[in-house]
């Protein structure tokens, strides 16, 4: 049986065609405006544009994100209609499509806001320019509205371009390449490694470039009046369909491997100059749920009050000691509404620090009756910071020290180059023996380099102080007021999966009177406030917590991962130092089992640990402000989902910038390798007549052609140099003299200028 072609199918079985018109011609005389080819296109433009979307929305980063169809579905919608308007120019139509774009992201984003319009438009701009300022001036915001703002344009200005370009320019790589990375940005953030929208996608992919690239072939054979089958794009498509799900089934069958080997190493190398800088920005986009499970800190310059956490289990380290407790990473100063801040008056060192190089002195680690403590370290995975138990004393690897705005304060430690996977190190440190009575005795006078730890944000709630006073009531000194403090907060519930605090808001102040239930940076971060509003000197301590049922059995190896994260307080005793508490009830509180006088059981304090002097910031050859170096030291999860996006843009524009430069380098040159200098000029003339809407006809001869040109190009003088060159060499055989070749010469670069100023102002093909 003969199977039936296009044009039969598409026809009326019986009776005459114009009589009883075929389904063709009835599409043609619904949708003159639109053909039907172009019909088709818009489609696929939709599967494969509503699929992105369609991933977006699913992945729910922020809970205020409105729906982004109906803006997608204006951007196409705008750029297929003005796209058609042909006598309408460019910078026009765009204009237009960024007012209607303004509007409809306005409007799209306020359906989640409150009040009459007005009110709304006010709302977003304070909260825009709020969060601006806070990523100027190096602060923090857990707001996601610049965070929604940048998705909804993106998605209609995408939307948008796409449209334009492909019904305008016949162009499907414009259209697909931001799309795609939107799409890949999005899942790789998301479980799984194999994506259905992204083989959609792909799919869609495929038939538009085939598409586009028929449609351009078609204009040009219209143009040249040379007649094709009318069903050619059906034929096309049936073939690209069948190509396009072959190549995706081997794809999907292919094995998934894991960022890895050169390329992956090739990649990280291109991207960093971006992802690198980009990744302090995620102090600034704190609220979006990143949905990767992993260290809820990377204890770098900032440490934003964020919503809800994912912890991962993967192994970060195994670490031998003799007991249980935290292992700190680094400790921060300054707190903001949104969360905590390394100060201006900390340092770290710019050279390496010797390795075993004490910074405590036997006399003041008696005096403050502190007891030794060694943790071996080996890790399990790169990591950009040295854990500690207590007040480091030295390492046996080269290091840099982060100072605090006290003297002599360590903060952090941080290697001078980033640890691999199983390498290995050793800390000595101090941890507290004080007993309850120790502390309880200790001075309530404090000195002026103790001030930074009693920094309070002005617009801190008053509320937060009463209550500070309202749960301290009738304690006379600092250990029982901190004691008080803790046991309150240990009512608080812990729950990962609280919202961020609302925008402009205090996120202790939120989490003690409104949401009451949060995580270990909360109840730690509400203990340092309140003691501060109080003046007693505090601090936040971010790192580790080892579990005595993380340890391996019969040994003193305990293995931490993701999910040991942790945050504490530390509050400063004159004469004893920086104590540990911990207000978060999923850990048990810290024991004050020391005895009263005794000075390191078990230890000899003469040993050669103590050989070398105390060390101060003095002692170091250069220290710079810690802020910025933290950032680039900082534990590397992978670019934050902000700066994946960054890159991801910055990436694809130069991609496109690079493939746009090889298309136009092989189209201006193909072919004519081999002709002499006049005819290689005359066609070069062609190709920008074509491109810039002038097109010569295939009927008409040179001289024609350059009388055409000489009326578009007044201001050009002697064109005919153009024809009557390229007529001497081609037909004629004969070269032209040195004078005639620098006539030329210049009349071809006066020519060329003007015909690229036609194009660039077309703007398309």
């Known amino acids: 049986m003969r199977q039936a072609s296009w044009e039969e199918l598409f026809k009326q079985g019986s009776g005459d065609e114009e009589a009883q018109p075929g389904f063709l011609n009835r599409l043609r005389s619904r949708f003159s405006f639109v053909s039907w080819e172009e019909l088709v296109t818009l489609v696929i433009v939709l599967i494969g544009f509503y699929t992105v979307i369609r991933s977006i929305d699913n992945a729910d980063w922020v809970r205020e994100m409105p729906s982004l169809y109906g803006i997608g579905f204006i951007g196409l919608t705008l750029g297929l209609l003005l796209s058609h308007v042909r006598h309408l120019p460019g910078i026009v139509a765009h204009l237009f499509a960024l007012a209607v774009g303004i509007v409809g992201t306005f409007v ?171 990744r302090d920005l995620g102090r600034v986009f704190s609220a979006i749920d990143a949905k990767k499970g992993g260290s809820v800190h990377q204890f770098g310059s900032t440490l934003p009050l964020q919503g809800e956490i994912s912890l991962g289990g993967s192994e970060v380290m195994q670490v031998t000691t003799a007991e249980a407790g935290f292992l700190r990473a680094q400790s921060y100063d300054v707190y903001t509404a949104q969360g905590w801040k390394v100060g201006t008056n900390s340092q770290i060192t710019s050279g390496a620090w010797p390795a075993l190089k004490a910074l405590q002195s036997p006399a003041e680690a008696t005096s403050q009756v502190r007891r030794q403590l060694s943790v071996q370290v080996t890790t399990k995975k790169e990591a950009g910071v040295v854990v500690t ?272 430069f090889l298309i136009f380098h092989y189209s201006w040159q193909h072919g004519l390798r081999g002709y002499s200098y006049p005819v290689q000029i005359w066609e070069k003339t062609m190709r920008l007549s074509r491109w810039s809407k002038l097109r010569p006809l295939p009927q008409e001869t040179p001289r024609e052609v350059v009388a055409r040109l000489k009326r578009t190009m007044p201001d050009v003088k002697d064109l005919d140099i153009l024809s009557e060159s390229y007529i001497k060499t081609r037909y004629g055989n004969k070269d032209l003299t040195e004078a005639e070749t620098e006539r030329l010469t210049a009349v071809w670069q006066k020519a060329r200028n003007t015909l690229l100023g036609r194009v660039l102002r077309f703007g398309r093909s």
Not at 214 to 221: K, S
């Open 108 to 278: 799209a984003i306020s359906t989640s806001l409150e009040g009459s319009y007005p009110d709304r438009g006010w709302e977003i701009i304070d909260r825009t320019y709020v969060w601006a300022d806070a990523l100027v001036t190096g602060g923090i915001s857990n707001d996601n509205m610049a965070f929604i703002v940048l998705v909804v344009a993106a998605t209609y200005l995408t939307a948008y371009i796409a449209a334009w370009s492909i019904f305008r320019w016949h162009n499907a790589w414009v259209a697909l390449v931001p799309g795609g990375l939107a799409l890949l940005t999005n899942i790789s953030y998301l479980p799984g490694q194999k994506s259905l929208p992204l083989l959609i996608y792909l799919f869609c992919a495929i038939l538009l470039l085939a598409r586009t690239n028929l449609l351009r072939r078609q204009r040009d054979w219209r143009r040249d009046k040379t007649e094709y089958p009318e069903f050619i794009s059906l034929h096309v498509l049936n073939v690209t369909v069948w190509m396009a799900l072959g190549l995706l089934a081997i794809s999907w069958l292919l094995p998934v491997g894991r960022g890895s080997g050169f390329l992956y190493d090739v990649w990280i190398a291109v991207t960093e100059p971006v992802a690198g800088p980009a």
């Open 389 to 660: 138990a207590g007040q480091p004393l030295a390492v046996n690897i080269d290091t840099r020290v982060v100072f605090g705005p006290a003297q002599g304060d360590v903060t952090s430690i941080r290697p001078t180059r980033r640890l691999n996977s199983e390498s290995q190190y050793r800390v000595d440190s101090t941890v507290s023996n004080a007993s309850v009575n120790n502390l309880r005795g200790a001075s309530q006078t404090y000195s002026d380099a103790l001030k930074p730890y009693m920094q309070l944000p002005n617009e801190l709630p008053k509320r937060v102080r009463d209550k500070a006073l309202e749960v301290t009531a009738g304690q006379t000194n600092v250990y029982d007021k901190a004691a008080a403090i803790e046991r309150f907060l240990r009512t608080y519930s812990v729950d990962t999966a609280i919202d961020a605090a609302p925008p402009k808001a205090d996120s202790v102040d939120y989490f003690l009177f409104d949401a009451q239930r949060g995580y270990f940076d909360y109840h730690a971060s509400a203990m340092v406030v309140m003691l501060r509003s109080l003046g007693i000197p505090a601090r936040l301590a971010v790192g580790y917590v080892i579990h005595p049922e993380d340890r391996t059995p019969q040994t003193n190896v305990y293995t931490i991962r993701e999910s040991n994260a942790f945050a504490w307080p530390e509050v400063y005793f004159p004469g004893l130092g920086w104590i540990e508490f911990n207000p978060t009830p999923s850990e048990p509180p810290v024991l004050r089992s020391g005895i009263d006088g005794e000075f390191f059981p078990g230890v000899d304090p003469s040993q050669d640990f103590f050989d070398e002097a105390f060390l101060s910031p003095e002692d170091f050859g250069g220290i710079s402000e810690a802020a910025g170096e933290l950032d680039l030291l900082s534990e590397d999860e992978g670019p934050s989902l902000f700066s994946r996006i960054l890159t991801s843009v910055v990436i694809g524009a130069l991609a496109l910038t690079a493939a746009a």
